[in-house]
């Protein structure tokens, strides 16, 4: 590999570095040398992991090589007996001695095997590399990992560890120093997991017994911020380089780290569960030995339930005035509560260890009666004494500027065991409290506002440096003066693609001239969101493969689908490409990335809709044709009347000094939003030679207040005064972008779809799945042959986007003209009923044999290769309807005819010989064409109810479709409905639609 000397530090990268890349690891190199701080911000695309992993590896190797070269010059002094030659005693001496360990640390587990993979292709995959996991990623004990939710397969474990029933972890002293164990250099989760069932021994122990070999260790934020996940993982940051990547959130992050909550339903679950235990204390099956056999005490039992007894009250007592904005009190009033009860800095040690007992002793009796809970309640109360207690008294005066204590009102329908709290506790205690005494469950809120505190702890751990970097930091200043770190070294990096390559605007309108701005006022306008749905059906015309859309909240999200369903706008952009929507569930995430990827990958092209701080705007990669441009159609902003973002305002403006440079709380609101957008954005641009268009539909964009905390890459296409551009000249621009763009850029020849489609389903760290392989081109589909399909869709894509759609146009292609013919590729939202999925594809469903009717599909010749693809799209199937069982024979036909005009009713024949569309969008034009409005928009309420529910929602389905679609004459949508069904119900649809016959 080529090497370039950086900083005097000879550094081997796996190309020829650009200047960026240069300036970046420069700066590096520069805290490492120095043992300073640094804030680097590189956009998304410019090679920032890499160029991080080979500084820092490179000044690791050169401090190895130098360390090597003086052990060997005070060996050779030794046997000379020069004076002051004594190793020992000259390696204490000096402060610096020995080589500091890398630290490498980013949100998610995703991103952190993304890294790995990364210094795999290095000069440096010989250094030794280790990943730090959860038990729920890295046990391999059946027991453990039939337990739900991590903090129950923790306690599972160490229950196993403590009675030495883990025969995994008993073999890894035994086997640590394996060659299949100890040989590779790097070892990421799934390497670890391989080498563990092989070896039969515990993964996530063993992992811990390479840190201290290892030159750089990869964990999540959560190990190296919290205190309680240092501690558990024993992570030592004496002498470390900290580089925490994707460091946008970071203040989030030690804020959240620093904040705790508690229930009244908590405390009352902690009581049932302590009464529980001592009832079996002193029940006849638990005799004089119970004492002995346990790690506590009645006396402990009885102490701490008089302590929470003492809780129940001081929360009953707090005094809510305004139960719907809740009460803030000072920081000391969490103090003072816990006071109440007794819980205090002298003994809240003893306590925490008591409650990690009980734990312990649930986690047994629950094996034998499932009724019992784990001792979640416990693992909450022992959270909150390890965090409000964890700042030290001396501390208080400071903790009394950054916290707030917040109240609120629990309601019962949040959790069910809050509702059982309600209907078993609470009804005992407002009865012991006498007539008209009720009780009202309360949460207590302790919230830091600070995110210095979770730095703090860092730097008092004689940490050598730390690193912030990310693609979305700027601006700096702000972010350096929250964090409260010395920072020597900052840099805001240009992005290394060409002007060319980006094409950047701001929309102000729609094509109907209708201004676009997606604040809280207009966002129930039906004129807004009728444009906004104009607008993306016309630039989804043009854009090529993947178009990304970004709305700033769920309920955004969702209003708009309800009315673009509604109005026909839906079944239009469909018709264009699939639509998937980012589904809120996590087991639904994996499966719709994968057939959006493969509509790409079809050359059916595809438009995903997303939410701003969801899963796919932080961490995924649509690299080349998977983005090629991201629609942005609103500002993210925080709820302005959320308690916490009302008390985060409050605590800016009472602690910004002209010294500090802390942001003021309009600043801030404003700055959250953008660096969510930005965050949106960088999912496009993804190596030197991609492109895409990036639209900006919000007129807000045009504030210069606004512009200036974009990124620094993306004001430079905007330009010194940036304004909206009318719809028209823009649809013009963006088709000769991306020609442009497709005949002077290279054409990926096959996509390779990033390994977090697992992982990044779950944003937490503790819950990564294993990776999914690479995913490479579509067989059949191989050089040229690639090339021409996918310039046969650009071409077909602009040939029918030769006009800015009127409204007229958009109701003529939404069915309300009976011209309007849509490809059978067309999609809607009963997309999302199919396989139980929240995705949106049409092309995964044929007609499929069921015991009503089979349908077959008639043969035809497949298209001229030099037929246009937008003809071949729109060229129709034909079906052919066969009785059930019947063969396809003459024979059968006649049978099914005579049966059919041997009915009396004539509309009942006409509709048992009629065949419902097979493609959804004529499915839906159809069903609209002959039920009301009324009915119609039931039925999409009905469908997307059914799409995110269970056995209920199917049965108020299946009443509202024989209401419709019961009679006679349109029985033949009824039994078209089945294919739309999830499988576990076609066999109950079978049984209703038979009992009508």
Not at 441 to 461: D, H, R, S
Not at 488 to 509: F, R
Not at 691 to 720: E, M, N, P, T
Not at 823 to 847: E, K, Q, T, Y
Request: charge should be positive.
């Amino acid at each position: 590999m080529p090497e370039s000397v950086i900083a005097g530090i000879p550094v081997h990268f796996p190309f020829e570095p650009y200047e960026v890349q240069r300036a970046y690891m420069e700066k590096v190199i520069m805290c490492l040398r120095d043992g300073t701080n640094g804030v680097l911000e590189s956009p998304t695309g410019t090679g920032k992991t890499l160029s991080l992993l080979c500084s820092s590896l490179a000044w690791i190797r050169t401090r190895q090589s130098e360390l090597q070269q003086q052990v060997l010059k005070l060996q050779q002094d030794q046997k000379q007996q020069k004076p002051g030659s004594d190793l020992a005693l000259t390696m204490g001496r000096t402060n610096n001695w020995g080589v500091p360990k890398v630290i490498y640390a980013s949100r998610t587990h995703s991103q952190l095997n993304q890294a790995m993979r990364e210094l795999k292709r290095t000069a440096y995959a010989n250094m030794r590399a280790v990943v730090l996991g959860s038990r729920d990623q890295l046990c391999i004990h059946g027991d453990v990992m039939r337990e739900q939710g991590n903090s129950n397969k923790t306690n599972m474990c160490k229950l196993k560890v403590h009675a030495k029933t883990c025969t995994f972890q008993l073999r890894v002293e035994s086997k640590k120093e394996h060659p299949d164990f100890k040989g590779p250099s790097i070892m990421d989760i799934e390497d670890l997991v391989k080498v563990g069932q092989k070896l039969k021994m515990c993964p996530y122990f063993a992992s811990k017994e390479l840190v201290k070999d290892t030159d750089i260790t990869f964990m999540p934020y959560n190990y190296l911020l919290d205190p309680k996940a240092r501690k558990a993982n024993k992570i030592e940051l004496n002498n470390t380089i900290v580089i925490l990547d994707e460091a946008h959130n970071i203040e989030k992050i030690c804020e959240e780290s620093a904040s705790v909550q508690i229930r009244s339903s908590d405390v009352a679950m902690a009581m049932e569960d302590i009464t529980h235990i001592m009832k079996v204390f002193t029940s006849e099956q638990d005799t004089a030995s119970s004492d002995e056999q346990k790690d506590f005490t009645l006396d402990d039992l009885t102490l701490l339930k008089e302590m929470l007894i003492e809780l129940e009250k001081a929360i009953d007592e707090v005094l809510v005035e305004n139960k719907q904005e809740g009460a803030t009190y000072p920081a000391s009033f969490m103090y003072e509560l816990l006071g109440k009860a007794n819980f205090s800095y002298s003994n809240c040690n003893t306590i925490v260890a008591l409650l990690d007992k009980l734990v312990q002793y649930l986690m047994v009796a629950s094996q034998q009666s499932t009724m019992l809970r784990k001792g979640g309640s416990f693992m909450v109360l022992s959270d909150l004494l390890l965090i409000v207690f964890a700042n030290k008294e001396e501390m208080m005066s400071k903790v009394h500027l950054s916290f707030k204590v917040h109240v609120e009102i629990e309601e019962s329908k949040q959790s069910k065991p809050a509702a059982k709290a309600q209907t078993g506790w609470l009804a005992k205690s407002n009865q012991a409290a006498g007539p008209g005494a009720i009780k009202t469950a309360k949460v207590i809120n302790f919230w830091c506002f600070n995110p210095g505190f979770g730095m703090e702890q860092l730097l008092n751990t004689q940490v050598r440096s730390v690193i912030l970097t990310s693609g979305t930091l700027a601006p700096l200043k702000p972010l350096i003066a929250e964090l409260a770190i010395p920072v020597a070294h900052y840099l805001e990096n240009p992005h290394i693609v060409d002007q060319s390559q980006v094409y950047v605007k701001i929309i102000g309108t729609g094509p109907d001239r209708q201004q676009l701005v997606s604040n809280y006022k207009n966002r129930d306008n039906p004129k807004y969101i009728s444009s906004l749905g104009q607008t993306i059906l016309n630039v989804s015309r043009i854009v090529p493969d993947g178009l990304l859309v970004f709305f700033p909240s769920y309920p955004m999200l969702n209003q708009c689908v309800d009315a673009w369903q509604a109005s026909g706008l839906w079944a239009d952009i469909t018709t264009r490409k699939p639509i998937f929507l980012e589904p809120r569930g996590k087991d639904q995430f994996t499966s719709t990335m994968e057939e959006f990827y493969q509509a790409i990958r079809d050359n059916k092209g595809a438009t995903f809709m997303a939410v701003c701080r969801g899963k796919v705007s932080e961490g995924l990669d649509f690299a080349d044709r998977n983005g090629r441009a991201v629609i942005i159609t609103g500002l993210p902003f925080p709820p302005l009347k959320d308690p916490k973002v009302i008390l985060k305002r409050r605590y800016l403006e009472a602690n910004r000094t002209r010294e500090n440079q802390l942001l003021s709380g309009q600043e801030w609101y404003s700055l959250d939003a953008t660096r969510a957008v930005n965050q949106a954005i960088g999912r496009v641009i993804r190596h030197r030679n991609d492109y895409g268009a990036i639209l900006l539909c919000d007129a807000r964009f045009q504030d210069a207040s606004q512009v200036q905390q974009l990124s620094k890459w993306i004001r430079g296409h905007l330009g010194a005064r940036p304004q909206s551009t009318p719809f028209g000249p823009i649809v013009r621009e963006l088709r000769q972008f991306f020609k442009n763009a497709e005949q002077t850029m290279v054409q990926p020849d096959e996509r390779i779809v990033e390994a977090p489609l697992q992982n990044l389903l779950k944003q937490e760290p503790n819950e990564s799945q294993p990776l999914l392989s690479q995913i490479k081109k579509e067989p059949g589909l191989s050089g040229n042959k690639f090339q021409l399909a996918s310039e046969l869709a650009v071409k077909a894509e602009m040939a029918n986007s030769i006009k800015t759609w009127t409204p007229a146009d958009y109701a003529s292609a939404a069915g309300r003209n009976s011209q309007s013919q849509p490809a059978p590729n067309a999609l809607d939202f009963m997309s999302r009923l199919n396989s139980n999925v929240n995705s949106i594809d049409f092309n995964c469903m044929s007609g499929s044999e069921t015991n009503l009717v089979k349908i077959h599909k008639r043969e035809r010749s497949s298209p001229n290769a030099n037929e246009s693809l937008a003809t071949q799209f729109a060229s129709k199937k034909r079906y052919k309807l066969v009785a059930n069982g019947s063969p396809m024979s003459s024979s059968s036909n006649s049978s099914m005819n005579t049966t059919a005009n041997s009915t009396n009713d004539s509309s009942v024949n006409s509709s048992q010989l009629k065949a419902a569309p097979e493609a959804r969008a004529d499915f839906l034009r159809e069903v609209r064409s002959v039920i009301n409005a009324d009915q119609f928009r039931s039925f999409g309420t009905a469908m997307v109810a059914y799409s995110r529910g269970g056995d209920e929602s199917f049965d108020m389905l299946m009443l509202l479709l024989l209401e419709v679609l019961g009679t006679p004459e349109l029985r033949y949508l009824l039994l078209g409905m089945r294919r739309f069904l999830k499988n576990e119900h076609k066999s109950e649809f079978d049984v209703r639609i038979a009992s009508l016959c």
